[in-house]
């Protein structure tokens, strides 16, 4: 089972990246995965998530109307839109796939799989 996380990269204030994140496993495409975010010196934190039907998706405050979360369940790969990226955006970003339901969807600890992450960078 592995998360290829990529498209990190140096953005200005302004700007945009799209990161994804290629799963290994078709069942993959029923479980609802996430992507967080750890800045240097900061505790992991949740970004967006989104379920198996694709409709369904939730998102932290600081990026809501920003970022927008989409999968592709042929593809067995989950995206992140950034739009009008911060400074306060940096950090390194990884996806997971939601396993335990006893955990919010907002939780590390509610993800059993993660990617390796990848960096992103905004300048001021």
């Known amino acids: 089972v592995q998360l290829q996380a990529s498209g990190g990269g140096l953005v200005q204030a302004g700007g945009s990246l799209r990161l994804s994140c290629a799963a290994s496993?078709?069942?993959?495409?029923?479980?609802?995965m996430g992507w967080f975010r750890q800045a240097p010196g900061k505790e992991r934190e949740f970004v967006a998530s989104i379920r198996g039907d694709l409709v369904t998706t939730y998102y932290a405050d600081s990026v809501k109307g920003r970022f927008t979360i989409s999968r592709d369940n042929v593809k067995n790969t989950m995206y992140l839109q950034m739009n009008s990226l911060k400074p306060e955006d940096t950090a390194v970003y990884y996806c997971?796939?939601?396993?335990?339901?006893?955990?919010?969807?907002?939780?590390?600890?509610?993800?059993?799989?993660w990617g390796q992450g990848t960096q992103v960078t905004v300048s001021s």
């Open positions: 496993r078709r069942t993959f495409s029923t479980d609802p």
């Open positions: 997971a796939v939601r396993t335990n339901n006893m955990y919010p969807v907002t939780t590390p600890g509610a993800y059993g799989y």
